[in-house]
């Protein structure tokens, strides 16, 4: 299953192929996809690469092949028309988390969360907007307000206690005292469950790895998109 975003780039990288005979460039993939760095595109790419959708031709400048497409491809992102929009966890602008606590056929001391798509404890991923599944909470887990759910994948948090494969319960909140853990927003495209330390007028996101480096950016930069109140495992 391909994010919003990963399947906007591959549709885009299609049809110019297809209008042209060569791919496009990075600079107007980022443009396309409306980013702010190429490094974005790079993750998208490494990403299409891994599922077999693409195929980076060695010796070669701009040289991708699509390999196959999706079964189903909208007609909208099969035009090739610039101006998509970024596929994030973008608090109160995302429709679909005002619908994570649902009435729903449970336990008096349980509650349904919509499970959001996967959040990176590693190497910051695109987290899906779109509700992938549904899991039942117990109440005990919660605070209050509107809460929703993440998969975890990663291990830059395993010394927080959170391992690669759990599900990570979301308080939604934009702000977030130094030290919470929290979904973070970076640069409008790219999300990341970090610990949270504010530096001055600089915000750092720790991880709870050593193999993990810190990485510390402009307060404009980072936008919480809810704190960590909770965690589920399968064993």
Do not use: W
């Not at 980022?30 to 980013?35: F, N, V, W």
């Not at 779109?130 to 993440?150: K, N, T």
Request: aromatic share 4%; hydrophobic share 40%.
């Amino acid at each position: 299953m391909l994010t919003k975003k990963q399947h906007e780039l591959l549709m885009f990288i299609n049809e110019r192929i297809k209008e042209g005979g060569v791919s496009p460039s990075f600079d107007e993939m980022k443009e396309a996809l409306d980013l702010r760095s190429k490094s974005g595109i790079h993750r998208l790419i490494t990403a299409l690469e891994e599922r077999g959708f693409i195929r980076r031709l060695a010796h070669r400048a701009r040289a991708l092949e699509i390999l196959k497409l999706p079964e189903s491809a909208s007609p909208s992102l099969a035009s090739g028309r610039k101006g998509f929009s970024p596929s994030v966890i973008e608090g109160s602008r995302g429709k679909a988390l005002s619908r994570d606590l649902q009435p729903a056929h449970q336990s008096p001391d349980t509650v349904t969360l919509s499970v959001m798509g996967r959040i990176a404890a590693g190497t910051p991923i695109e987290a899906l907007q779109e509700e992938s599944h549904q899991v039942s909470v117990p109440l005990s887990l919660l605070s209050a307000g509107e809460h929703y759910a993440l998969e975890v994948k990663g291990d830059s948090m395993i010394e927080a206690g959170i391992l690669d494969g759990d599900t990570v319960l979301i308080q939604r909140c934009d702000t977030a005292t130094s030290g919470d853990i929290v979904v973070a927003l970076v640069d409008g495209n790219e999300a990341t469950l970090k610990r949270l330390r504010r530096k001055g007028a600089s915000i750092a996101l720790e991880a709870a790895n050593p193999a993990y480096e810190t990485r510390i950016f402009g307060p404009d930069r980072v936008k919480v998109q809810g704190k960590l109140v909770g965690l589920l495992r399968r064993y």
